[in-house]
């Protein structure tokens, strides 16, 4: 038999291989690209802008639509749009919170005569085009709004140099406004533990397995018996949710993303409003402990391994009296974690009657991380 020597690679080998190199990676580019692009266009609100906005001479004396009545001296402030288009009255700051001197409005017909603008941050990521595209009146400021952590907040680039106050959870915002605190309490509390038949309850709506969360999940669960609801496990009807949260003894508060003063209505409702006691997972300890005592909640990393810290809830779970210590600020202090749009919005019209100083901000993007 003969066999054949192999040809060594010609040029146009070579040149066709190179080729067909470049073209794969600029598919696989392409791909990636498009992945990212999904991902901002299902993250960003989508926002039909009217066409028109701009309101003429004759315009200005009219309330706005959505409002009640409009006092002389007050701020109009213009909802860009409603956040996550969800709708809700604009006329309680007085009434649920003893805040005047704004008539909020969402009819972009007042965007000539707004003393402030709210831009509420995913619904107008995803271009450009969807923030205010006419000139800004002189005295006019922006605020840019956003609960939400750094990680689900795509495009921050959008807004260099255009924002002149950040309303924000983050406690160095220029409106601090977050999820939930702590208050000390009118009268004295009556706060009982709710009975408990049951160990440990997660609830969880975004099972993402690449979050920090699901793998320390992944190694607590193999030394304590944790129920899970939402995110494709048990279902759990909204209605439902204090109530079941309540029989448990630990909630897993673990937060989606790792960010400086990032606590979400998973500490503030789920747990504490329920009667639970959250094991927190998030920013530092240090960093809860700004927001409230530091004997109200477990951290993870109070321990060194997942392992350890089941043990500890073992014990806590046999020992009534020591569970109880996590609740004896309780006496004096009470949680507040119901906050909707209205708080928000009301802390800025309270904010921009205070903070009159002139200033804009180069880089959100910078700061929010
Ligand atoms: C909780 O348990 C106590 C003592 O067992 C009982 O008296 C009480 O009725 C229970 N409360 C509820 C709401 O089930
Ligand atoms: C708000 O920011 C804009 C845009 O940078 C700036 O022109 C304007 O002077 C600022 N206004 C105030 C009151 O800070």
Same mark, same amino acid.
């Given at each position: 038999m003969e066999s054949k020597a192999p040809t060594a690679p010609s040029w146009k080998t070579f040149v066709f291989y190179i080729l067909i190199s470049f073209l794969t990676s600029l598919s696989v580019f392409a791909v990636l690209r498009g992945a990212s692009k999904a991902k &901002?266009? +299902? !993250?960003?609100?989508?926002?039909?802008?009217?066409?028109?906005?701009?309101?003429?001479?004759?315009?200005r004396k009219k309330t706005p639509r959505g409002t009640t009545s409009t006092t002389e001296s007050d701020l109009v402030i213009l909802l860009w749009t409603w956040p996550f288009g969800e709708r809700f009255p604009l006329d309680q700051c007085a009434r649920i919170h003893g805040i005047s001197g704004c008539t909020f409005t969402v009819d972009r017909s007042w965007y000539?005569?707004?003393?402030?603008? !709210?831009l509420h941050h995913r619904d107008v990521c995803s271009s450009k085009t969807q923030l205010p595209q006419e000139p800004r009146p002189f005295i006019q400021r922006w605020v840019w709004f956003n609960l939400e952590s750094p990680r689900h907040s795509p495009n921050l680039h959008f807004m260099d140099n255009l924002i002149n106050l950040t309303l924000n959870y983050r406690r160095d915002s220029d409106i601090f406004s977050p999820y939930g605190w702590v208050e000390r309490a009118k009268s004295a509390q009556n706060f009982r533990i709710p009975n408990k038949? +049951?160990?440990?309850? *997660? &609830?969880? /709506?975004?099972?993402?397995?690449?979050?920090?969360? &699901?793998?320390? =999940?992944?190694?607590?669960?193999?030394h304590l018996k944790i129920d899970v609801y939402g995110g494709g496990h048990r279902p759990l009807a909204r209605?439902?949710?204090?109530?079941?949260?309540?029989?448990?003894? =630990?909630?897993?508060? =673990?937060?989606?993303?790792?960010?400086?003063?990032?606590?979400?209505? +998973?500490? *503030?409702?789920?747990?504490?409003? /329920?009667?639970?006691?959250?094991?927190?997972?998030?920013?530092?300890?240090?960093?809860?402990?700004? =927001?409230?005592?530091?004997d109200a909640f477990i951290h993870v990393n109070d321990f060194p391994s997942a392992k350890e810290l089941a043990a500890h809830l073992h014990f806590l779970d046999a020992n009534d009296e020591q569970y109880g210590r996590y609740f004896e600020w309780r006496k004096t202090l009470q949680p507040i974690g119901y906050t909707d749009w209205t708080t928000h919005y009301c802390k800025a019209c309270q904010a921009l009657q205070q903070q009159l100083d002139y200033k804009t901000i180069p880089s959100i993007a910078k700061w929010y991380k």
């Open positions: &901002v266009d +299902k !993250i960003c609100t989508k926002v039909e802008t009217p066409a028109i906005y701009y309101a003429g001479e004759s315009d000539s005569r707004a003393d402030a603008v !709210i038949s +049951k160990l440990a309850v *997660w &609830v969880v /709506s975004n099972w993402d397995p690449s979050l920090t969360r &699901v793998a320390y =999940f992944n190694q607590l669960k193999n209605d439902k949710t204090m109530s079941t949260i309540s029989q448990y003894k =630990f909630y897993l508060a =673990f937060e989606n993303s790792l960010n400086q003063d990032y606590i979400t209505e +998973k500490l *503030w409702q789920n747990a504490l409003l /329920s009667g639970t006691l959250p094991v927190v997972l998030g920013p530092t300890r240090e960093n809860y402990e700004r =927001f409230l005592p530091s």
